[in-house]
């Protein structure tokens, strides 16, 4: 995208653009291309030798990031996520829906996944030394005796099946994302009362008015009498967000009955509007005589009453009453846990043991569940999206995340909304009055849904992100500023930016862009939703916690590999079948200490130097080596004497002024040891992935490993070391072969996910993933050379595709979606062609089978590929 178009069609790729009637018609010139493998080999050589020599740390970290595994095949435990939903949440619905009309949803089936297998030990801190998971698992609680409807359409329901409290929504007006739950009942039903709406609207307005400036005082905290509005503000938001032990109340007839106490309904009195809108309205019908009668002033109702639940309440209840009494021996946790549960707004946390003795933590969030809200997520249903057009295969490939398939299936999904209103910055400037009864809109079952769609290596980044956020920046602003879900928010939008540029070997390189963005967003403080655009998840966050983050993720972008190795080394491995973790501590020497001592080369490095040296030449390398020597120690001791890091202790081992590139380049002995350390622990991925993976991360493993023995090959004295491990790599790469040819294909997406993966395109299209495209996508530098979507070529690109009016030339521009049905039909013209040989009868309805199912499928591709172009570009 974005060349210029060659004039010679025999030398390349060539589209030949001609003017007919004022449409711009393409027409592709023939194409022969050559696949030569050891052309590929070398170029992606050559690529690697350049950037270990004049990048050495973005080659260490992309190299660092392949060395860790979060899955043992990546693909087959979506496939199987996908079609299954979590077992703790089957066993809990049977009885929470039997006995309590509740439901229990958890999303986070990946990291669920991955909690199993890795865990984090944190060296500081109560829980010093002690595994636990990388991310708290989310609970839903969502309650079923409070429904909301969708008003346009209205639900019948049986005396049986009809729930305690029907509601509908409104929008708020001054918050996106926050919305009103409405009880549209004629009569409410409180505290086993009735009550009329109309006769107890005062009381109610002013018990809700106490339990505004009772949650108000209880944000503020003690600090409530400073008149500074913005430090008044930021004392909420700290205050509601800061984990606090909960206050268990007595148990009670509402701690297990599906009825609210009163507290958690507020009427509100609203102007009636809807009673003057009409010319006549002022006029009424005499019930007695049938003659219309004008109403007097006082017989006109301006006001009517709302009934909204308190969003504050509700939650007070669910975390000091209903979970602590009655739900939490429920759902499995034990009642030392229960005593110890803390609570922020909109949520509670409490931890369990697993079968390993580790710490399994829960935020459980109470919700209710609501369809999905068009008015309110129009724009991410009906976003414009970027295309992104793979031409190197003959028939070109588009990328679009989420396709439209998924935005189909992502609509049909509920949302929920959360007992947590919105806390402004500066509460007397932007007043919020109607905080008690705001609920924030979510929408877990589509972040599930996008998950399960995001490929290997754009995972991979999401869980490195968590890691560094885990080691560096929650210790300082725990949950008060950056938290996982904004990071989830983030690798959204970079997904749907470019779902191709995320190569596996350049992940370092992808993270780096990654961060950058995160970092841009932290400075403006701004970051929108990712379902409801105009809402900016960090509007109400204190600029102090976004400053502290965004010093962190500045100082890991200066140094990225010393940061995530540092970060990593406190990841560990959960025991049992799976891969082997590096040897980070010997990694970190390799790099850092001052000599290093490689075992059985050292000194035949020594001896060759010496024999090639002068004498004059050796005095003055020893000079200069104790002049650097001395130089770099001075300046890490003033770096030591002047940094005022913010988590010195997690900080010592890493120095901002160290120099991976003048200290490999300066020393032979040191990058045998960085080549050796990677190659060893490839090969060993390579080898487990044989036996509990595929083959395709296999031979992606073994090839990555041989690379790094051609770059050893380089040093002198290393090449028969190089050549026994490409003689291992051999054996290795014969042995997977073997088994690629027994094991059975990988089935195609299931027809219950629309989606297709970047590697089950490919397969759709008769081939498999294998080294050539790992070559391919060595020589195109997607990440660095991608053309940013305002720039002239890719529009002048969009358009000309957007003009094309030849149905035959339509075809050869192919969404993903379609290739599934032009399959079918190849197949299906194969099975004419074998009829055609049969007697006349077979013959002729074969004929007329394939007229008929030719033009079903050529209007049917046809009207995809349009569709594709005019809603993508």
């Not at 309650?143 to 019948?156: F, G, L, S």
């Not at 929920?416 to 877990?444: A, D, L, T, Y």
Request: glycine fraction near 2%; include cysteine; aromatic fraction near 8%.
């Amino acid at each position: 995208m974005g060349k210029k178009l060659s004039k010679h069609p025999r030398k390349s790729k060539t589209d030949s653009v001609k003017l007919h009637n004022g449409v711009q018609n393409v027409q592709q010139a023939e194409q022969y291309e050559i696949y030569d493998p050891e052309k590929y080999d070398l170029e992606a050589i050559e690529i690697l030798k350049k950037e270990f020599k004049e990048d050495p740390e973005v080659f260490i970290l992309n190299m660092l990031l392949m060395s860790f595994m979060f899955f043992d095949d990546y693909q087959e435990e979506i496939r199987t996520l996908v079609n299954t939903s979590s077992e703790r949440g089957k066993k809990l619905n049977l009885k929470l829906i039997r006995d309590h009309q509740k439901q229990v949803l958890t999303p986070d089936s990946i990291l669920e996944s991955v909690n199993k297998r890795v865990k984090f030990q944190p060296s500081h801190g109560p829980n010093k030394d002690t595994l636990q998971p990388l991310v708290p698992q989310r609970m839903f609680i969502l309650h079923d005796t409070i429904e909301i409807e969708d008003k346009n359409v209205r639900t019948d329901y049986s005396r049986i099946d009809k729930p305690s409290y029907p509601a509908d929504i409104e929008e708020s007006k001054e918050h996106k994302g926050f919305v009103k739950v409405n009880l549209i009942e004629k009569s409410c039903k409180i505290e086993g009362e009735t009550r009329t709406p109309s006769t107890d609207s005062a009381s109610s307005s002013a018990s809700s008015k106490v339990s505004k400036r009772k949650s108000e005082s209880s944000f503020r905290g003690d600090q409530a009498n400073d008149n500074s509005e913005s430090d008044d503000g930021y004392r909420m938001i700290t205050a509601a967000r800061t984990p606090k032990k909960i206050q268990i109340s007595k148990k009670d007839i509402y701690s297990k009955i599906n009825k609210l106490p009163s507290r958690c309904i507020t009427a509100v009195k609203v102007k009636n509007e809807d009673d003057l809108s009409d010319s006549d309205s002022d006029e009424e019908t005499d019930n007695y005589s049938g003659k219309k009668r004008k109403r007097s002033v006082h017989e006109i109702q301006l006001f009517r009453t709302h009934y909204y639940l308190n969003s504050i309440e509700f939650m007070a209840h669910f975390q000091n009453n209903v979970f602590p009494n009655t739900l939490g021996e429920v759902l499995g946790f034990a009642i030392e846990a229960i005593n110890r549960t803390e609570s922020i707004s909109g949520a509670i946390y409490c931890n369990t043991i697993d079968e390993d003795q580790n710490i399994v933590q829960w935020e459980i969030i109470p919700a209710i569940a609501m369809p999905w809200p068009n008015e309110i997520a129009f724009e991410w249903t009906l976003r414009r999206r970027r295309t992104v057009w793979d031409k190197k295969e003959k028939t070109p490939i588009a990328y679009k995340w989420p396709t439209q398939k998924m935005i189909e299936e992502v609509n049909k999904l509920n949302c929920i909304v959360i007992p947590r209103g919105f806390i402004p910055k500066r509460p007397k400037k932007n007043k919020n009055p109607e905080m008690h009864i705001e609920w924030e809109v979510g929408f877990p079952k589509a972040e599930r849904f996008l998950e399960f769609r995001m490929s290997h290596a754009q995972m991979r980044i999401f869980l490195y992100i968590i890691i560094l956020h885990k080691y560096f920046i929650e210790p300082l602003t725990e949950k008060r500023g950056l938290i996982i879900d904004h990071i989830r928010i983030m690798m959204f939008w970079e997904c749907e930016t470019n779902y191709k540029a995320w190569p596996e070997h350049k992940l370092g390189t992808k993270l780096k862009l990654v961060l950058k963005n995160l970092f841009d967003h932290l400075s403006k403080a701004e970051l929108p939703n990712y379902f409801i655009r105009g809402k900016n998840v960090l509007e109400n966050i204190p600029r102090t916690n976004l400053v502290e983050a965004q010093n962190v993720i500045h100082r890991i972008l200066e140094t990225p590999s010393q940061y995530l190795l540092e970060a990593l080394k406190h990841v560990k491995y959960a025991p049992g079948k799976f891969y082997s973790e590096p040897d980070l501590e010997k990694l970190q020497e390799i790099l850092t200490k001052e000599t290093v001592l490689p075992y059985g080369a050292h000194q035949t490095i020594m001896m060759q130097a010496k024999i090639k040296q002068k004498p004059e030449e050796h005095i003055k390398q020893d000079k200069g080596q104790k002049w650097n020597k001395l130089y770099r120690e001075q300046r890490r001791i003033a770096h030591a004497e002047n940094s005022k890091n913010l988590h010195e202790q997690k900080e010592d081992s890493i120095n901002s002024n160290f120099s991976v590139k003048k200290r490999l380049n300066e020393d032979v002995a040191r990058q045998i040891l960085l080549l050796t350390f990677f190659i060893q622990h490839f090969l060993k991925i390579a080898k487990k992935s044989l036996k509990i993976s595929s083959t395709k991360q296999t031979l992606f493993y073994l090839k990555q490993s041989f690379y790094l023995t051609k770059l050893l090959e380089d040093i002198e004295i290393e090449k028969e070391n190089a050549k026994k491990f490409q003689m291992q790599i051999k054996e290795e790469e014969q042995n997977c072969l073997k088994k690629q040819v027994t094991e059975p294909k990988v089935p195609l997406t299931p027809k219950r996910n629309p989606s297709f993966y970047a590697n089950e395109i490919l397969q759709v299209k008769g081939k498999e993933i294998n080294m050539m495209n790992l070559n391919k996508s060595y020589n195109s530098n997607a990440i660095e050379n991608q053309p940013k979507p305002s720039t002239p070529e890719v529009n002048n690109n969009m358009k000309s595709r957007q003009n094309l009016s030849n149905a035959n030339e339509m075809k050869k521009i192919v969404h993903v979606e379609v290739y599934e049905e032009k399959i079918k039909r190849d197949d299906v013209e194969k099975s004419i062609q074998a009829r055609q040989h049969s007697p006349v009868k077979d013959a002729k309805r074969a004929v007329s089978f394939k007229s008929s199912y030719s033009d079903n499928a050529n209007s049917k591709i046809a009207s995809i590929d349009y569709d594709a172009e005019s809603t993508s570009l």
